[in-house]
């Protein structure tokens, strides 16, 4: 496999539910993020790895929590999530080169389109 | 704080024509990005292109290209000759050149292309 992977591709699940997301990258890069898309608003970045540390962590809620095990894998546990939650999660990575994480590509993974109910 | 406006939620272009999405953005540093990225109904997003600031240069990627005006800070994508398959939402965003940068994105614009 090339490119971003992620699984599930559409998850529901009740507010009592703990579930996750799972995200590999098969590129070789040093950094993946973890970033929120909800109708008619910018992409909302919530978690970066930059080698493997969390560098990022913009004010995300408690019931989502990274976990970063190595370079190539990333998961979001999600535990008594909220209806407006609801939303399609993506994740991506890219190659940090001299700390300027701004100056890069990311290549993104399809997304897991994420029902709380 | 950095932000990125895009002031076309939707547009529409006849296949083979030209189209241009609009961008701008505030920024109070000299060392930047600017990206395009496209994402087709299938929802995986993928560059477009990507120019630096420093460069005055338009970077141009075959059929598509831009209009960076530094001072106005504006960061158009003009897209030539289009296709069916050019339809996607279109997303500008910017990126910080230092350490703790990352990307900013703006609201997203969705292109629709007639046959």
């Known amino acids: 496999e090339t490119g971003v992977t992620q699984t599930p591709r559409h998850l529901v699940m009740g507010m009592t539910n703990k579930k996750s997301l799972k995200c590999e990258q098969h590129l070789g890069h040093n950094a993946m993020y973890w970033y929120k898309q909800s109708a008619k608003k910018p992409l909302e970045l919530m978690f970066v790895y930059n080698f493997k540390e969390q560098t990022e962590n913009n004010s995300v809620p408690s019931r989502f929590s990274p976990e970063c095990p190595n370079s190539s894998h990333l998961f979001l546990h999600l535990h008594t999530l909220q209806p407006e939650d609801s939303a399609l999660y993506l994740c991506?990575?890219?190659?940090?080169?001299?700390?300027?994480?701004?100056?890069?590509?990311?290549?993104f993974g399809a997304g897991s389109r994420l029902t709380v109910l | 704080a950095q932000t990125v406006t895009q002031s076309q939620p939707e547009m529409s272009v006849q296949e083979a024509e030209t189209v241009t999405l609009s961008c701008t953005y505030d920024t109070s540093e000299s060392d930047y990005y600017l990206f395009w990225y496209k994402q087709p109904p299938s929802r995986q997003m993928i560059l477009v292109i990507r120019q630096e600031a420093y460069k005055q240069q338009n970077a141009t990627e075959n059929r598509f290209s831009v209009n960076f005006q530094k001072a106005a800070k504006s960061f158009s994508l003009k897209i030539s000759d289009s296709q069916l398959g050019d339809a996607a939402m279109y997303f500008c965003a910017y990126g910080d050149g230092g350490s703790q940068g990352n990307l900013i994105f703006g609201k997203g614009t969705k292109l629709s292309v007639k046959p």
């Open positions: 991506a990575s890219s190659q940090v080169s001299g700390g300027a994480i701004g100056a890069n590509v990311l290549t």
